[in-house]
């Protein structure tokens, strides 16, 4: 099977001198947990909710939260993403992707056509939702 077959293709892309506050609230109302960084068109990093929460103080939002503490909200995404993200095309096969999950400590991976332009994501969740339905199929 292909990951093209499984991919999400409704991808939420942020610039690299967005806020963190910007991805905060992007996280807040929906349910994926990775932004792809894009700057003229070109991939150039993943932001994961777990990268944000590492960045922004615990206080944000809470009775004690300080001015310092909100000022994290004001960091950019180029200061937090992963760079140089692992990638693969969109013809490439649900193996070649498991493999690539298990040699990185990664959660997603962003997919490119053939000509660069970003397709999707795959995360590790929509292999599991695959393989599920995929039993389902056979039982």
Not at 35 to 54: I, N, P, Q, W
Not at 97 to 122: K, T
Request: charge should be negative.
């Amino acid at each position: 099977m292909k990951i093209k077959d499984i991919m999400s293709r409704n991808v939420v892309t942020v610039g690299l001198d967005d806020t963190l506050g910007l991805v905060k609230e992007i996280f807040d109302h929906s349910k994926f947990h990775h932004l792809l960084a894009m700057e003229g068109g070109e991939l150039l990093g993943v932001v994961s909710d777990r990268d944000l929460f590492k960045a922004l103080s615990p206080n944000i939002g809470t009775n004690v939260e300080t001015y310092k503490d909100a000022a994290t909200l004001n960091k950019r995404v180029h200061q937090i993403m992963s760079r140089k993200p692992k990638i693969l095309r969109e013809d490439a096969t649900i193996d070649m992707a498991i493999d690539l999950f298990n040699e990185h400590a990664i959660s997603c991976i962003p997919i490119l056509s053939h000509d660069d332009r970003l397709v999707g994501i795959l995360s590790w969740r929509d292999i599991l939702r695959s393989l599920r339905g995929h039993s389902d199929e056979v039982s």
